[in-house]
């Protein structure tokens, strides 16, 4: 096949990674081609993040579901109509004013120099994979015959189906679980593991479990689904501890895997793994047979956040831009949007267990700050994580009426390695949630300073332990 052009860069995938990394080598100079097979945006302003913010604040404003739908199709409504016109041209717009060459269809890699977009070949100096993620469907028997949605279906289409059963109670399936719920669907959510969220510190589920049965959700915690039915009106599943529901809907919010396949990266020599992200070194470069292959976004499997795909997009274009940099994970907060909503960052218990990291343990409950006294609203709590043999605070989690506006400074102490007694002195504002954080960091302090008074650490040691780099983080 003859080639049409040689970019210096091609980046695979125009979501929210692929778009900055490709904006900003063309910015920059560089002669970039930007290939995207659906929606340039990707899944983030169309099929994730905005429609699902837009239903939960519509929920929590009250309005119909008339009203909900308008306002998230209006947001997101640049996905398209269905005569198949894109509704992607503010984004290809973007894209042309940067200098981005704008490749329609779906790419993949021919040999090392040259990939094929539709049956036109185009050669590269480095290639760019951001191709993002899709959602798993589980292997359950007859699940494959009866009409599912997947998150992307739910936040596009106007249905609100009378009975919904959720597959999955991670943070899709939390957030959409009180979206339906809220605008009146009998919604039940079937979790697998014990509990929702079940990567994150077990009161945060806990607090959602609880805000989720109060809006009438059935919870079914510990249960697998054995096998689905199509009935003559919805379906009926059958679950592993002896129940059954009866819905209208399926929605599976079971998980996401990284999309790799058919790029051609195995050409390259790329060692990938089954549902396992695109390996990839602190510079977010690709160890692969030819140099300057470079990956950032949920094809990682790294942080799976559109904040995450900003970073790592950085991260890629500073050093293709011939300034090296390192992404450091030990820091991205995760937030499930629901209300309350929960905030996460650093290392959880679960990952602590799993890392064989001693964590000290403090935490507070919001119903003693007086800002939850005024606002009437008492749910949630907070804890913050320390690493006893490193002194360092190195993880935290608060579920609470708008936890990840107030727990960011939580994200910087972790980030900079602030010490504990100095982040005990900070003072927070009266009456605020934020002063929720503050007994529990005078109580890590003080018994930080307790162990190493105990254990004969000086103040010196303890100093030459910080300066060590500490476990990886979110990873
Ligand atoms: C329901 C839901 C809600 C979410 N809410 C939030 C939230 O509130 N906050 C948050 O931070 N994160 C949220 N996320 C996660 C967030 O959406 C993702 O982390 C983010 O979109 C990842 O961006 P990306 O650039 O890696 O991939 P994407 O945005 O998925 O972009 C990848 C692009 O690559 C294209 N593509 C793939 N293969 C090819 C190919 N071979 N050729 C051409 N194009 C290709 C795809 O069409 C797609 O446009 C949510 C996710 C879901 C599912
Ligand atoms: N606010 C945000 O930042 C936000 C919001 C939504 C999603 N996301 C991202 O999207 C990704 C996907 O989220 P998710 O909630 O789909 O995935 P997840 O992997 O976090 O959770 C999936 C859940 O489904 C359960 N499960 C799997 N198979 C099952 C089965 N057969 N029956 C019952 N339960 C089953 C698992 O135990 C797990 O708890 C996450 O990585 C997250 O980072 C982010």
New binding site residues.
Partial sequence: MSQNHHYDAVV????????LVAAGLARAGRDVAL??????????PY???VP??SLLASARRGETWEMALARRDELAGRRGDPAGHRGDDPAVARMAEAGVTVLR????VLEPGRVE?DGAVHGYGDLVV????E?VIPPVEGLADVPLWT??EA?SVPDLPRRLVILGGG??GC??AQVYAAFGSQVAVVEASGRLLTAEAPFAGEVIADALRRMGVDLRLGAAVGNVERKDVGVRLWLSDGGTLDADRVLVAAG?RP?VA??GLEGLGVALSPGEGIPVDETCRVPARTGGVWA????TGIA??????RYQAQIVLSNLLGQRREADYRAIPR?V?TSPSVYSVGISPRRAAELRIDLLTAGYDLAATARATVEADERGRVELYADRSRGLLVGAAAAGRHAEEWMSEIALAIRAETPLSLLADVVHPFPTYGEAVEAPLRELAERLRDATSEDGTSEEDRDERDRRPGPAGAR
């Fill in positions: 695979l995938g125009g979501g929210t990674a692929g778009e290939v995207e097979d659906r929606l340039v945006g990707g899944e983030s099929f994730a993040c699902s913010k269809g779906r790419g993949r977009v951001c191709t993002g993620s959602p998150s992307a936040l943070p899709v957030e959409l996401r999309r058919g790029l950032a976004g949920d094809v799976r956040t559109t904040h995450a795909a937030v949007h």
